[in-house]
């Protein structure tokens, strides 16, 4: 599973994923390229979608608990108040350069 990368870009960091749509936490890939944040789904998911988020959209990243107390989550927050969230393995280094790129 991969992306379309637009010109000029280049995949910077990837890894397995859960984006939570509504209380279903959809599982894929997130990327972490040199322009944006985009998460793809796995083809076997019921809600099945891609996200893409441009730095220039992100308010803040930070740290968030899955199911109140797993330590493996994070949440985007964007410029108009919405907050995607994400599970991720290493959490940390992807907050650390997520925060990277949009500062």
């Known amino acids: 599973m991969d992306i379309q990368l637009k010109k000029g870009e280049s995949i910077i960091k990837k890894g397995l994923a859960n984006h939570f749509k509504g209380v279903e936490g959809v599982g894929g890939k997130l990327f972490l390229t040199t322009q944006r944040i985009f998460f793809k789904s796995h083809s076997l998911n019921i809600q099945k979608h891609e996200q893409s ?3 220039s959209k992100i308010k803040s ?3 968030r608990n899955t199911l109140f107390v797993i330590p493996n989550g994070m949440y985007i927050e ?5 907050k995607e969230k994400f599970v991720v393995f290493g959490r940390n280094k992807w907050i650390s350069e997520i925060e990277q790129k949009i500062h």
């Open 53 to 55: 988020i441009p730095y």
């Open 78 to 82: 964007l410029l108009n108040g919405n």
């Open 61 to 63: 990243v930070g740290k």
